[in-house]
């Protein structure tokens, strides 16, 4: 079924766009990582301009995180002033990253230093969650039971001024941590178009120290806020938005986080971890060949 | 068949001023305008029309004409960016800017364009993929000028905005031809010419122009205009549309 998109000015195939919106879908319900890290890439390589597909896949991962938000308040795990904290600097973080991505692509390096950013991030992350994981499944098949890691915050943060009480969070710093590292997904949000899920989770838990109750509610109350501004800053900067190409993500993906989370109830989450890790580290994989071979393209041509 | 008698002043005009009763052409298209509404996915021009001789017939003796057809999009400034390898990964490097490069160009002709007319011919009437004039906005060396004309052209290939269809045009009984221009669906809206060409013995006997007006409609014009035009609102609905989709989804999820 061929649609026409009226931003992107292509005509592409609904239902394979559907399917994918879908398939990160299903993969972000299992993994609870909004899967804009997934859907950008794979937009681009199906043809869509970079621009189009970075600032339309920042709304799929505001639906994708809706329903989580709704489900983790309930169970009251969103702690909303540490939440306020990460959406206001996440905001500005934004506005930043928008600023950054104008430089970039009038010096023509948007898209290599989106692709090492990717590398980057991917890589390290996916390392980490390889060996973390693979650890946590060797302990679990000698039949010991995993340390509980004793929570406590990185020395640096401890330093930080102002310091107040973060009650759900369990915790006693300075807003500026919180407001930091939502600057630094904030940026990372709109040139990336993802909603920074996987670096926010380990970062609130290995360098805030948080509670692990309020770790994901919170993150997803973060990623729906600043998705939703990054929307906004591509709709009036870069125009680049495609309601077209949203809504069809939107549907895959919202009808396969569903279907994700509850695979994710049925199996073990060291295994869970494990298989997002071997995902991560393929994407990137990907991107970094995709920077050292021989491009099929050596030309590209941009409206000036 | 009123469009078509139309037109034959116009083309009667493009063929005055030389010598002599020369053929006239009278072209016409099968759409003056084309919709692009949300099945679109390419379209097909049909371009046709008539050669009228003096004589009403080729002249005994003379040797026959060819047509050739050349659909151009609206010009456009491009920036032309050219990789290179940079420690080990390729970055963007050089870059050229062309003031005037033709969005969309397709040419059509009786017998591949280099048998019909010579290198000099086709770069005044800008016939074939290497003969167009870009007008590079730089004053770089022409080696490397030719290099980047050639990357932009293979590029604009590639992706069908730019082609070349040797013998797709169609002469019958030596006075009517047609052509069949496809429109790919990524093509830019604006509006485009439609240029036939007679040509004999090398020499260009007459030229005619007609206009094919590409235009997003319905649905895909209000959208692309609200984005333009009205961003905040545009950029609120896609949020709105967003957070009721996944609401919508959580809901339904807790229900079943």
Known sequence: MDLYLPIANLSVNALVIVLLGGGVGLLSGMFGVGGGFLTTPLLIVYGIPPTVAAASAASQVTGASVSGVLAHWRRGGVDVKMGAMLVGGGVLGSLVGAWIFRLLQDAGQLDTVIAVIYVLLLGSIGGMMLRESLQAIGLARRGEAPRPAKRRHHPLIASLPFRTRFYKSGLYISPLAPLLLGLATGVLTVMLGIGGGFILVPAMIYLLGMATGAVVGTSLFQILFVTAAATMIHATTTKAVDIVLAGLLLVGSVVGAQVGARIAGRVKPEWLRLALAAMVLLVATRILLGLVWRPAEIYSVELA | ?256
């Not at chain 2, 990789?83 to 050229?96: F, Y």
Request: proline share 6%; aromatic share 8%.
């Open chain 2, 1 to 256: 068949m009123r469009r078509l008698a139309a037109l034959v002043p116009l083309a009667l005009l493009t063929a005055q001023g030389q010598p002599g009763p020369k053929p006239v052409l009278v072209p016409d298209v099968s759409q003056r305008s084309i919709r692009i509404v949300y099945s679109f996915t390419g379209a097909d021009l049909l371009l046709f029309g008539a050669i009228l001789y003096p004589g009403g017939r080729l002249p005994r003796g003379e040797r026959p004409v060819d047509i050739v057809v050349v659909v151009k999009g609206p010009t456009e400034s491009v920036l032309v960016r050219e990789k290179e390898r940079l420690a080990g990964i390729w970055v963007n490097a050089d870059q050229l800017r062309y003031r005037s490069a033709p969005s969309f160009y397709a040419i059509a002709s009786s017998r591949p364009i280099e048998e019909i007319v010579d290198d000099k011919t086709r770069a005044i009437y800008e016939l074939g993929l290497d003969s167009l004039q870009l007008s590079p906005a730089s004053n770089a060396p022409s080696e490397q000028q030719d290099r980047f004309q050639q990357g932009l052209v293979e590029l604009k290939r590639r992706v069908g905005l730019y082609y070349a269809a040797p013998r797709a045009v169609e002469i019958t009984g030596g006075v009517l031809y047609r052509a069949r221009v496809a429109i790919p669906a990524r093509v830019p809206v604006g509006k485009f010419t439609a240029e036939t060409f007679l040509i004999q013995k090398g020499r260009v006997l007459a030229a005619a122009t007609t206009t094919v007006d590409i235009q997003k409609a319905g649905f895909e014009r209000f959208v692309a205009r609200a984005a333009e035009r009205n961003s905040v609102v545009y950029g609120l609905t896609a949020v709105a549309i967003s957070v009721a989709l996944g609401w919508a989804a959580g809901l339904a999820a807790r229900r079943l």
